[in-house]
């Protein structure tokens, strides 16, 4: 079946502009968490949706957000955008059981901020 | 806040060494997963342990969890050139609704 899809794969933008970054998981999926990456920090979780609800948030702040849809596919959005938001944002779907903890990435999304 | 520690940060072997990847907490984890990165895609799962004291084996690869679920490693034999990637750990409890990753282990090898 198919992987999880992240669009666009590159953009790059300019402090102060927002962007949207779209996530299609895996067919039967319900939970699609997003995580930004960076070479000092790592893998960081910024949120997780599951059946259209937001639960549970990491320590961004108040710029970046999300939603997620019937189908399940998630976006997220982040405004005001700075030099520091140049990252690789990760989208990863699972079941949404808890107990196992897999998860399944896209490709990401690399954003450059200028 | 919970978190997980790799070591080492970077290693770089000949083709055909056995490594090891540690990967450790002060945590409790109800499941711990291995996940492995190539430049310019996402990571890859390559493994999920959940009881204590498990051991898994896929091919050359061998991941142990520890007793206490706070811990665990991954043990190549005999690696390959095609192993080159970051290595990351990542834990998951019932209660967080997300996983925390490692820093990862970046592995090189050479041929």
């Known amino acids: 079946k198919a992987g999880v899809t992240q669009t666009p794969r590159y953009l790059i933008k300019t402090r102060g502009q927002q962007v949207t970054l779209s996530c299609s998981p895996i067919?039967?999926?319900?939970?699609v968490s997003w995580y930004q990456q960076t070479p000092g920090q790592g893998l960081q979780f910024l949120f997780e949706?599951?059946?259209?609800?937001?639960?549970n948030k990491g320590n961004f702040p108040g710029r970046f957000s999300g939603r997620q849809f019937s189908n399940s596919r998630s976006e997220m959005n982040v405004s005001t955008l700075e030099l520091g938001d140049s990252a690789l944002y990760l989208c990863?779907?699972?079941?949404?059981?808890?107990?196992?903890?897999?998860?399944?990435f896209g490709e990401g999304s690399r954003l450059t901020v200028l | 806040t919970q978190l997980l520690e790799q070591s080492p940060q970077f290693l770089s072997i000949q083709e055909g060494e056995n490594l090891t990847v540690y990967c450790n907490s002060s945590?409790?984890?109800?499941?711990l997963q291995w996940y492995r990165q190539e430049p310019g895609e996402g990571p890859v799962l390559l493994v999920t342990?959940?009881?204590?004291?498990e051991v898994k084996k896929l091919k050359r690869l061998t991941f142990q969890f520890g007793d206490a679920r706070k811990d665990s490693s991954l043990h190549i034999t005999a690696a390959q050139p095609g192993d080159t990637g970051l290595y990351l750990c990542?834990?998951?409890?019932?209660?967080?609704?997300?996983?925390?990753f490692g820093d990862g282990t970046t592995l090189t090898v050479k041929p």
């Open positions: 990863a779907s699972s079941l949404g059981d808890r107990a196992t903890g897999e998860l399944f």
């Open positions: 067919s039967g999926h319900r939970s």
């Open positions: 949706y599951f059946s259209e609800t937001q639960r």
């Open positions: 945590s409790v984890f109800s499941s």
């Open positions: 342990v959940v009881t204590g004291g």
């Open positions: 990542a834990g998951a409890t019932n209660n967080a609704g997300k996983s925390t």
